[in-house]
């Protein structure tokens, strides 16, 4: 069990080491002012419906939520191109290899999830809190 936890351990640190040579994010002087308050409005809402179409929302909501809407436009539509899930698929393959082969799908996808999202997560600026699955709350 502890060579698993060295493993998983070195591996979270090879993400870190990753992500503090990336790109930083965008700045709060960057953020349109109106941005943050229709982010809190839009949280403040119940959650749509599994059969309700996202579109639709987003175009009924446009004049309340201008640039949420516009983010929106930008990141429902299908990308024109195959990089990104080629990133993806990039990234599992480095994780699933000969040696690793008592990884379960669950444990896979979760460190996939970790090494896409660590470093967006790690742009947060100093005492910005992110709501993780409804009760657990990561500070930067």
Not at 3 to 24: K, N
Not at 106 to 125: A, S, Y
Request: aromatic share 6%.
């Amino acid at each position: 069990m502890e060579a698993e936890t060295s493993s998983l351990g070195s591996y979270f640190d090879e993400i870190l080491e990753e992500s503090s040579t990336a790109v930083a994010g965008p700045s709060e002087q960057e953020i349109p002012p109106g941005a943050l308050i229709q982010l809190e409005s839009y949280l403040s809402e119940a959650p749509l419906g599994r059969k309700n179409n996202p579109f639709h929302y987003w175009r009924d909501n446009q004049a309340r939520l201008p640039t949420l809407a516009a983010t929106a436009a930008k990141f429902l539509c299908a990308p024109c191109t195959s990089v990104e899930s080629e990133r993806l698929f990039s990234a599992v393959s480095l994780i699933i290899d000969e040696h690793r082969s008592r990884l379960t799908p669950e444990h896979v996808e979760m460190i996939t999830f970790v090494k896409k999202n660590l470093p967006i997560m790690l742009r947060l600026q100093p005492g910005q809190t992110v709501e993780i699955e409804g009760s657990v709350e990561m500070e930067q």
